[in-house]
């Protein structure tokens, strides 16, 4: 079975410029998950996804970050303008869908290394 | 509010030697549950171990163990005769299933990064 997949593994950019980050979840999987880890720290979700509806993006900086996912399937995150405080690693996790919601387990792709120089 | 604590940032072992990870958490739920995962240096987490609040009984696999106390909110995780391949950055993580609406979330802790020296 198929990880989650995310693009690009790295990327460098100045600040003021945009970027976009693609995640795809593994199929059939329901949640989609965005996280932010900075370095030193635990990773901090900023969107949840249930098929291509928002769950929660309490935690989205919304005035620079914005995330969709059309189809219910992958998912795009995007910085714009990015800040000096933006470099991290962004990754992307899937989760079936049940009816309890909590407890499910995660699966975490190789994130995207953002450096805002 | 809801946090995970894992105090020790870091740990250097030598291999063979057991090591024990902590972590405490705090919430208001009843209901939720506990997370144990490694991010080795290629950045990937992996899933370690998931535990509900209802079910206390420790649990081991192989060489890894975990201890789950209600009564100190704490639930630590210890491997036996380390080796190199341990070495990594664990991550202690809670999810509840009341927590504003949104069930799921995981709420990660710091995270513990151990060496383990040949």
């Known amino acids: 079975e198929a990880g989650v997949a995310q693009s690009p593994r790295y990327k460098i950019i100045e600040k003021r410029q945009s970027v976009a980050f693609w995640c795809n979840p593994i199929s059939g999987h329901a949640t989609l998950y965005w996280y932010q880890q900075i370095l030193g720290q635990g990773p901090k979700l900023l969107i949840q996804?249930?098929?291509?509806?928002?769950?929660?993006d309490s935690q989205l900086p919304k005035d620079r970050f914005s995330a969709e996912r059309l189809k219910g399937v992958d998912s795009t995150l995007k910085i714009q303008p990015a800040k000096l405080e933006d470099s991290a690693v962004y990754l992307c996790?899937?989760?079936?869908?049940?009816?309890?919601?909590?407890?499910?387990?995660?699966?975490f792709g190789p994130g995207t290394r953002l450096t805002v120089l | 509010a809801q946090k995970v604590t894992q105090a020790q940032t870091e740990i250097s072992v030598v291999e063979k030697e057991d090591v024990t990870l902590d972590c405490v958490y705090e919430t208001r739920d009843t209901t939720y549950y506990l997370f144990w995962y490694k991010q080795p240096p290629s950045g990937e987490l992996v899933f370690l171990i998931r535990r509900n609040s209802f079910d206390e009984q420790n649990e081991i696999s192989g060489r890894y163990s975990w201890n789950f106390q209600k009564s100190t909110s704490s639930f630590n995780f210890t491997i036996t005769a380390s080796q190199v391949v341990d070495s990594a950055v664990y991550f202690c993580?809670?999810?509840?299933?009341?927590?504003?609406?949104?069930?799921?979330?995981?709420?990660f802790g710091k995270g513990t990064k151990l060496s383990v020296k040949p």
């Open positions: 993580a809670l999810s509840e299933s009341n927590y504003g609406g949104s069930q799921g979330n995981l709420i």
């Open positions: 996790a899937s989760s079936q869908l049940r009816l309890a919601g909590a407890g499910n387990e995660q699966f």
């Open positions: 996804f249930q098929n291509n509806g928002v769950v929660d």
